[in-house]
């Protein structure tokens, strides 16, 4: 749906990590968003690994790290990242938005309005995640 404005609608998640999911402590370390009028998806990661560390001491830095990149691999379609990486960007979407129980684990979506998806993801990266 476009809007007179020249705005598109947009979806985005939160990507979470969760050191020890038997806890259920957590912080953002990335943001995953959907235009569909743009067929557009995108994924922008940051980890603070002091508060990773903070929460776990003997967490896999690194194996969070590849997760993450994984997700950003998925969005730009790359032939490495499998079989979801070739499917069209919605479908790419839902099926990284779909519950986990790792240590990397999408938030809920919400939605809102933009005129370059691009821009926002990285808006939205710094304001929730940096």
């Avoid at 912080?27 to 557009?40: D, E, Q, T, W």
């Amino acid at each position: 749906m476009t809007e007179r404005s020249g705005r598109d609608v947009f979806e985005y998640a939160l990507l979470r990590v969760v050191p020890r999911v038997e806890r259920g402590e957590q912080f953002n370390a990335g943001v995953l968003v959907y235009c569909r009028a743009k067929s557009f998806v995108a994924a922008r990661t940051h980890l603070d690994e002091r508060k990773l560390t903070a929460l776990d001491p003997a967490a896999d830095v690194a194996g969070v790290r590849a997760a993450l990149r994984a997700v950003e691999g998925v969005c730009r379609g790359g032939e490495d990242a499998g079989q979801a990486a070739r499917d069209d960007a919605g479908r790419r979407f839902r099926w990284l938005i779909a519950p986990r129980s790792t240590v990397v684990q999408p938030g809920p979506v919400h939605t809102g309005l933009t005129a370059d998806p691009e821009a926002e993801t990285e808006r939205l990266l710094d304001l929730l995640v940096r």
